[in-house]
Structure formats: C-alpha cells, structure tokens
C-alpha cells in the first residue's frame, strides 16, 4: 500500500481507504448492514466509506477495524494514519466559496493521477491554459452572475495551481486530444487566442505531455457526446476513472464496463486525430491563420 499523504490529498487517500475496508469487510464475512451498525451507522453510510465519497471519522475506521478483526498491529496503524491524512483539508479548499462542491473531487484526483487522458470539443484543456485564455473561459461561464476582479483572480490562480501537476517531482504525464475548432474558437481576442497556440507548442515539446489534434478534414468521429477526462493512478488500490463535467454537476465512472467504453473511445479519437509530430505545424498553420 503506498505510504499516507504520498498524493498529499484527501480524495485519493478516501478511495483508497474505502477500498481496504471493503477487502477486510469482505474478507471477514461482514455486511453493510452489520459493519454499519457497528459504527453506529447505516449500510449506505458504509457504502459511502467504502467509495471514498465522504469523509473519515478515525473512531469509525478503529471500530470497524475491530469488527474485521484486523490482528497486524502495524497494518491497522497505517490505516488508522490514513484516515487522518484522509480527513486534512486539499489546497483548493480555499476555493470553496468559488468552485462547486462537485468539482472539489476532480481536483483531489487530478493531482493524485500519474496519467490524464482528456478530449475537448470547446476550450484548451485546463492544464494547458495560459493565464489570460483562463481568465477569458472563467468570464465565461458566469455571465448570469459576473465576477469580481478579485474573484477572477483567484479562479486564475486555482487554475494555474492545478498546472503544478505537470511540473512537480513525479510529474503526472498528460495526453490531450483537440478538436480543431478549439484552435479557431477566439476566446477573449485574437491576441489572447496567439498567446494561446504558442503556448501549447511549447507545452507540446515536454516530455509528459502528449497533444493531438482533429482536424477538420477528418470530418465526423467517436465522442460525439462530449468532452471527458480518463484519471489512472500508479497505485493498484484506486480504479481508473472516468470524469464527465455538466453545466451544474460532474459523473465520476468508475465500472469496469463504464471504463471499457470510455477507454475504447479514447483510443478511437487518438486514433482519428493528427500524429502529435504534426501537432506544432497545425498550431503554426492556426497561427498563420490568425493574422491573416
């Protein structure tokens, strides 16, 4: 089991938590409804722990690890460690006034991933933008209730935050796939959309970053539901997941037929899309074309 606080979040630290006590709960004959009394509680809330969808109480944790007569000392103190760590505030918590609750998940798993695969119909990719591209999408999605400049600021800076992934120690390694509408599309002006390109030709020539792009002359493809993200984790404790972003919440897939699916499709479109070697002459030609 990888040690606590190594992704240094709460999200993936829940998962994987929930993921032990299911094994131990499974292991020790023990139902939902029993280990939920158990702790006081019901066999949904146990379904919840176990899914790492809420939050840790270590008495909980310590009575159900009782309960599954977990006898290795060391073992249970690791998880009992775990629980705590679970429990600690993310970074982005400070953002809570201005992000959905819904969203705060992603975030958590987004830095514990070691591979993000995401395709985008409409904007760059949020791991890929540049400050003033970002201020123009946040602008955005709140014309019904515009934001202070202040407010803008700091959504900028959560979203520059979550960039750290890709240039951190262990570097989570990205591969994106655009549509080339995304290239065309002038979000805040032409000079913020040149900026833009310029700064994925850069991004495109690091070594854990892997972009592609459909161009139009492939006509019609997979995928046509929309944009959706693929998180994998170096840890054989969490699943791959699947995250789909609405208007006004997330779905977060995580059944082995789901993810086939999602898999499969995301092969298709990188299948479909332009070599990444020919990724920079596609953002140059956009480029070209912009000053036209």
């Not at 000079?191 to 991004?203: K, T």
């Not at 994998?232 to 779905?251: C, G, K, M």
Request: aromatic share 8%; no cysteine; net charge negative.
């Amino acid at each position: 089991m990888t040690e606590p606080g190594a992704y240094g979040g709460p999200t993936a630290l829940r998962i994987m938590l929930g993921v032990h006590l299911r094994r131990l709960r499974e292991g020790a004959g023990v139902t939902r409804t029993d280990a939920g009394w158990a702790i006081r509680g019901s066999e949904s809330k146990i379904s919840r722990l176990e899914l790492g969808r809420v939050g840790f109480k270590v008495r909980d944790v310590d009575d159900l690890l009782t309960l599954y007569k977990l006898e290795d000392g060391e073992e249970r103190d690791r998880l009992l460690t775990l629980a705590r760590d679970a429990n600690n505030p993310g970074w982005w918590q400070r953002y809570d006034d201005l992000t959905p609750q819904w969203f705060h998940s992603y975030l958590g798993l987004e830095m514990a991933a070691d591979l993000i695969r995401t395709f985008e119909l409409q904007f760059v990719p949020g791991l890929l933008q540049t400050p003033d591209y970002a201020r123009s999408v946040v602008q955005l999605g709140r014309q019904d209730q515009p934001l202070s400049r202040a407010e803008q600021d700091r959504l900028v800076s959560l979203r520059m935050s979550r960039q750290e992934v890709l240039t951190r120690q262990r570097p989570a390694r990205l591969w994106a796939v655009i549509d080339e509408a995304v290239l065309r599309r002038p979000i805040g002006s032409r000079d913020i959309l040149r900026a833009q390109l310029e700064f994925l030709i850069e991004s495109a020539r690091r070594h854990n970053v892997t972009l592609q792009i459909i161009p139009f002359d492939k006509g019609g493809y997979t995928a046509t539901g929309g944009a959706f993200t693929l998180l994998r984790f170096n840890d054989a404790d969490l699943p791959d997941i699947v995250y789909i972003e609405h208007l006004t919440s997330a779905v977060y897939l995580d059944k082995r037929e789901e993810l086939d699916t999602y898999v499969v499709t995301m092969d298709a479109v990188s299948i479909t899309a332009s070599q990444p070697r020919e990724t920079e002459s596609i953002l140059r030609k956009a480029i070209e074309d912009l000053d036209r």
